[in-house]
């Protein structure tokens, strides 16, 4: 799993080790994510399925995309679509996906990159991999998240950041057992370089067969631990997580994830993605590629859709933009 990484995990900063008596989270539930299709066909696991939108707050939507290896003509992506009212955050850890948005966002990522896109009022984007590795296929593996804004941001312009792998906060375990990545937020003084309108934090950690690792965690924000592979634990009370699974954690003060000593074969280590943010606790309206507080603000996006307000894509007739894809 390419990702960001360093030869020498010793020379990173240490997260502090676990105070005596600090609360740790406890888990409250753990779901398997199901397994399905998006965009123009590449597969996912729908991380967030069957949790009560409560728990996940300010946090919306989590796709896996892949991990899958394509022959040459199979890569996929998405077509041109809308969105408005939340941000996506596209992080890519094998393989290379382009953007474009009709707001004037764009870029290539690749290995530890993420792409960062605040819809805010409105625009269309299109994220599908270069010519090239369609011709060539390759490797497919990354994340999506959708992270709710307050009722105040919503209507912000639309904004864009291209986060490169060189910019991710690193930091290890006391024991060096660990290899954490920060890409938005802070976590014990390793700050990510993603700007987020929700106060929030998101962490991607290599936990090495038979470590642990415990991270200092905000008591204001909740706290999810999804796992992209490997087989391990979560919480002191060290309940199982393996593969496609998601953990919420209750209330505390450090957040516990540990690798099992045997791992699967395809991967060396537990692969995870660590997400806390502070609730927004506002109504959520919420159909297709809108996000709003109202169903009649959903309506409206439509309309402004339809009606080519939320932007336009000048080789690509209006017709064909789709406005159900996510």
């Known amino acids: 799993m390419p990702a960001v990484n360093v030869p020498d995990w010793t020379v990173l900063p240490r997260t502090v080790a676990a105070l005596p008596g600090a609360e740790d989270r406890a888990v409250v539930s753990v779901t398997?994510?199901?397994?399905?299709?998006?965009?123009e066909g590449f597969p996912v696991r729908r991380a967030f399925a069957g949790v009560d939108a409560r728990q996940l707050d300010p946090f919306i939507h989590l796709?896996?995309?892949?991990?899958v290896e394509y022959a040459p003509g199979e890569p996929k992506g998405t077509p041109?679509?809308?969105?408005?009212?939340?941000?996506?955050?596209?992080?890519?850890?094998?393989?290379?996906?382009?953007?474009?948005?009709?707001?004037?966002?764009?870029?290539?990522?690749?290995?530890g990159d993420?792409?960062?896109?605040?819809?805010?009022?409105?625009?269309?984007?299109?994220e599908a991999p270069p010519e090239w590795l369609v011709t060539q296929g390759g490797v497919f593996h990354g994340l999506?998240?959708?992270?709710?804004?307050?009722k105040a941001a919503k209507w912000l312009p639309p904004h864009y950041q291209d986060l490169r792998s060189s910019e991710v906060g690193l930091g290890t375990s006391p024991d060096a057992g660990a290899l954490i990545r920060v890409i938005a937020g802070e976590v014990d003084g390793i700050r990510g370089p993603g700007s987020t309108h929700t106060p929030m934090a998101m962490v991607h950690a290599t936990v090495t067969p038979g470590a642990e690792l415990v991270l200092p965690w905000r008591t204001d924000f909740n706290a999810l631990v999804y796992v992209?592979?490997?087989?391990?634990?979560?919480?002191?009370?060290?309940?199982?997580?393996r593969t496609g699974q998601l953990a919420v954690l209750g209330h505390g003060e450090t957040v516990t994830v540990g690798a099992d000593r045997a791992q699967e074969s395809r991967h060396e280590a537990l692969e995870v993605v660590v997400l806390g943010g502070?609730?927004?606790?506002?109504?959520?309206?919420?159909?297709?590629?809108?996000?709003?507080?109202?169903?009649?603000?959903?309506?409206?996006?439509?309309?402004?859709?339809?009606?080519?307000?939320?932007g336009t894509i000048p080789t690509v007739p209006h017709s064909e933009v789709q406005g159900e894809i996510r």
């Open 32 to 39: 398997t994510a199901p397994q399905g299709y998006e965009g």
């Open 63 to 67: 796709d896996q995309m892949g991990e």
């Open 80 to 111: 041109w679509h809308p969105h408005r009212g939340f941000e996506t955050v596209t992080y890519m850890i094998d393989g290379v996906m382009d953007h474009q948005d009709s707001h004037g966002g764009g870029g290539s990522i690749t290995d």
């Open 114 to 126: 993420t792409q960062w896109m605040t819809a805010g009022s409105g625009l269309l984007h299109i």
């Open 144 to 150: 999506q998240l959708w992270v709710n804004l307050p």
């Open 228 to 241: 992209m592979s490997g087989n391990g634990y979560v919480g002191s009370e060290r309940r199982p997580l």
């Open 278 to 310: 502070q609730p927004i606790r506002e109504p959520i309206a919420w159909m297709g590629p809108f996000v709003m507080n109202t169903r009649a603000e959903v309506l409206q996006a439509y309309e402004d859709f339809s009606k080519g307000r939320l």
